[in-house]
């Protein structure tokens, strides 16, 4: 079992910068694909980015793509979301995910554990 708590949102204006964390426990994160999803107010759930467990292969919605970095620290059994130039549109709850495996998914289905979630309140 894996247990994952996001912390680092909070409130910004339109083009400041956010670090998201997401930090586990129960398990180490070395062989668990990592991320990051979101949810605005009355939409679904979307994929933002992830990462595999090596940290060498990255994957970004074309959303956030050049704006956001997801990167790992697996020796601190941590996954970070840096978010620059952010706009209102990114206003949502930010959620980390973790799938073991080898691969970098992007649908929420494939995830097997999920984080209870951060605010990220973009102010234009």
């Known amino acids: 079992q894996v247990q994952l708590v996001e912390s680092g949102g909070g409130l910004v204006q339109a083009g400041g910068s956010l670090r998201l964390s997401c930090a586990a426990s129960?398990?180490?994160?070395?062989?668990?694909?990592m991320g990051w999803f979101r949810q605005a107010p009355g939409k679904e759930r979307e994929f933002a980015a992830t990462?595999?467990?090596?940290?060498?292969?990255?994957y970004y919605a074309d959303s956030v793509k050049g704006r956001f970095t997801i990167s790992r620290d697996n020796a601190k059994n941590t996954v970070y979301l840096q978010m620059n130039s952010l706009k209102p549109d990114d206003t949502a709850v930010y959620y980390c995910a973790a799938q073991y495996g080898s691969g970098y998914p992007r649908r929420s289905s494939d995830y097997d554990y999920w984080g209870q979630g951060t605010q990220v309140t973009v102010s234009s």
């Open positions: 990462i595999r467990w090596s940290g060498d292969i990255t």
């Open positions: 129960g398990r180490t994160l070395s062989r668990y694909a």
